[in-house]
Each structure stands twice: as structure tokens, then as C-alpha cells.
T-cell receptor
């Protein structure tokens, strides 16, 4: 089955800095890669996703990049704000399935 | 918020007791899931159901049971066989095979007395 590794487990930045979270996956058949954000005490919510036929996708201050050859994808947050503080989960889904395999999560702390 | 509701928010289990966590959705989604969340462990899949009256084991199904008698409901029972049940449990749903986006409930924190 699929295995997703996520790093770092904790990331601390100053407000205004950029933050990058990296994930690797094992199954070359995976073709959909969502990112979920879970604020403290709240439910995870999808913030951005990318499919394997696209190398990069942006949505305002967040972007996701995908390197299929290396089997890794990354979340980039620019101009971080305190409200970006949360746990971020990456996931990979194998083509033909819709069951995501999640990484272990990254706790992002943005200091004002 | 809304669409997928979990109850209760907090639950306490005594030794040897079975407890049931409720999950209801009004999104008309075919697929429903149960995840267990432990600190530093991410989201681990317990059970999932693609259609009414059918469900499949996930990665950590031992000590848990589910039913899917109605499209809207997917209750999870934590049995006495689950020796380490303390965790945060998340229910989720998705449209199904054509759409992978998950919608999560607000979770139930289960603790052992």
C-alpha cells in the first residue's frame, strides 16, 4: 500500500516568513495529493490539492508543487500570518481509489 | 459548519465497556470514513464504507466495529478488545468514487476512566 512521509513534524516561523512542508510518497500510481489544515480544536479542512498531470498550483498565499519523478510534493505558504498556525496534513490517493493515505502532520507555529 | 455531525464531543469509557460514537451526514455522500488521531501519528483509517450495507477494514480495525444501515449514518463502536482507546476520533464523508475531497466532522475525544 501507499506510504506517506511528512516533514518536518514541527515548524516555527516569524510572521511574514515563508513556510515549506514536504511530503514523499511510495506508490507511483498515486495521482491526487490534497492538503488539509486543522486549526486547534477544529476539524481538518481541505485547503489545496494537486493532480499528477500538474506540476504546480497556487491559491493566493499558498502553493503546492509536485515532482512525480522524485515522488514528492510540497506545500508553500508565503507571508505567513498568525492565523496560519495549525496542523497541516498531506495525503496521497492511488489512481482508481479514493481512500487517502495521510502523512503524520506538521504543526506550524507563526509567531507575531 | 454543518453537513457532518459527530456526537458526543467527549466520551469516557470504563474498563470492559463498549462505547458507540455517532456520525451523521446530510450531504448525500455515498462514502463515509472513521479516522483515529493520536498526537504525532497523523490520521489513521479505522473503517470505511462506500455504500449502504457495505464496509471495509482500514489500517487499524482491530477492536472496533461499524455498521452502515442508512446512507446518513456510520456509527463506530469501540469494543473492550481495543486496549488503548484513548484518542480523538474523526468521521468524514465524501461524494464517493468520483470525488476524493473529504468533509470532516468535529470529532469525539474518547478517554478511559
Amino acid at each position: 500500500g501507499e506510504n506517506v512521509e511528512q516533514h518536518p513534524s514541527t515548524l516555527s516561523v516569524q510572521e511574514g516568513d515563508s513556510a515549506v512542508i514536504k511530503c514523499t510518497y511510495s506508490d507511483s500510481a498515486s495521482n491526487y495529493f490534497p492538503w488539509y489544515k486543522q486549526e486547534l480544536g477544529k476539524r481538518p479542512q481541505l485547503i489545496i490539492d494537486i493532480r499528477s498531470n500538474v506540476g504546480e498550483k497556487k491559491d493566493q498565499r499558498i502553493a503546492v508543487t509536485l515532482n512525480k519523478t522524485a515522488k514528492h510534493f510540497s506545500l508553500h505558504i508565503t507571508e505567513t500570518q498568525p492565523e496560519d498556525s495549525a496542523v497541516y496534513f498531506c495525503a496521497a490517493i492511488e489512481g482508481g481509489s479514493y481512500i487517502p493515505t495521510f502523512g503524520r502532520g506538521t504543526s506550524l507555529i507563526v509567531h507575531p | 459548519d454543518g453537513g457532518i455531525t459527530q456526537s458526543p464531543k467527549y466520551l469516557f469509557r470504563k474498563e470492559g465497556q463498549n462505547v458507540t460514537l455517532s456520525c451523521e451526514q446530510n450531504l448525500n455522500h455515498d462514502a463515509m470514513y472513521w479516522y483515529r488521531q493520536d498526537p504525532g501519528q497523523g490520521l489513521r483509517l479505522i473503517y470505511y464504507s462506500q455504500i449502504v450495507n457495505d464496509f471495509q477494514k482500514g489500517d487499524i480495525a482491530e477492536g472496533y466495529s461499524v455498521s452502515r444501515e442508512k446512507k446518513e449514518s456510520f456509527p463506530l463502536t469501540v469494543t473492550s478488545a481495543q486496549k488503548n482507546p484513548t484518542a480523538f476520533y474523526l468521521c468524514a464523508s465524501s461524494i464517493g468514487a468520483t470525488n476524493e475531497k473529504l468533509f470532516f466532522g468535529s470529532g469525539t475525544q474518547l478517554s478511559v476512566l
